[in-house]
Nanobody, 128 residues
């Protein structure tokens, strides 16, 4: 079992920045990959970024590449999503997720169905 709790969401103007955090508990944190996903109103949940167990491998959706940075602090059992140059289309509920598979630990997937545990989400609203 893994428990995930997101924080750091809020309301920001376009061009601004936010940093999301996701605190994990329940399993050895440095043994599995993590991902960030988001869901805009009326749309399906989509992949944003992921990071392998060590933090040495990351991947981003094209829509956020160059603006968002995913990182992890295994000593604090936490991952982060630094979001810069925010746009109104970044608005949505942001979820962190954990993939406990052995293969995924080094090569995190982008498909939602590959992730085993999810947080409750944190709202990000970007005003124009």
């Amino acid at each position: 079992q893994v428990q995930l709790v997101e924080s750091g969401g809020g309301l920001v103007q376009a061009g601004g920045s936010l940093r999301l955090s996701c605190a994990a508990s329940g399993r050895t944190f440095n043994s599995y990959a993590m991902g960030w996903f988001r869901q805009a109103p009326g749309k399906e949940r989509e992949f944003v970024a992921n990071i392998n167990w060590s933090g040495g491998r990351t991947r981003y959706a094209d829509s956020v590449k160059g603006r968002f940075t995913i990182s992890r602090d295994n000593a604090k059992n936490t991952i982060y999503l630094q979001m810069n140059s925010l746009k109104p289309e970044d608005t949505g509920v942001y979820y962190c997720a954990a993939d406990l598979s052995v293969f995924g630990a080094d090569y995190p997937p982008i498909q939602l169905k590959e992730y085993d545990y999810w947080g409750q989400g944190t709202q990000v609203t970007v005003s124009s």
